[in-house]
């Protein structure tokens, strides 16, 4: 049976996490900045069945996704997802399997780091200052 998604993780103290980093659009880096641990799902593109190849859907990695983050928030985690990566960078880093795609990457850590330093309106002092200097 061929897998739908392959993951990555790593910890602060792990060589892979700058790796995941720097695969970030500035934004997210600055979102993530406190978080302890960081990941990426690739989705595999398409399946090999009998009568051909079939197109691949999200659903599967989908699956994973709300399945980690309910088993993060009963733990009293937080797993962010994060859309803003270059996914040539992640092939690259980390010699992804042919035929599978970067879909997402993550940040868990416990709920305090995404709301460390917030301002009135509850965004991470990080992200409002980067917000304020972009427009």
Do not use: H
Request: aromatic share 12%.
């Amino acid at each position: 049976k061929e897998q739908a998604w392959i993951g990555l993780m790593a910890n602060r103290k792990d060589e892979k996490f700058g790796q995941i980093l720097n695969c970030l659009d500035e934004f997210n880096k600055i979102s993530v900045e406190l978080a302890p641990c960081l990941g990426a799902i690739s989705e595999k593109r398409q399946y090999n069945k009998k009568g051909g190849e079939k197109k691949s859907n999200f659903y599967n990695t989908e699956v994973f996704i709300e399945t980690a983050i309910q088993k993060a928030a009963s733990l009293e985690y937080r797993l962010q997802l994060m859309f803003g990566f270059s996914s040539k960078m992640i092939k690259e880093n980390f010699d992804i399997t042919e035929g599978y795609e970067p879909k997402i990457v993550f940040a868990i850590g416990k709920n305090k780091f995404k709301n460390n330093l917030t301002n009135k309106d509850g965004l991470p002092q990080q992200i409002d200052k980067y917000i304020k200097q972009n427009n």
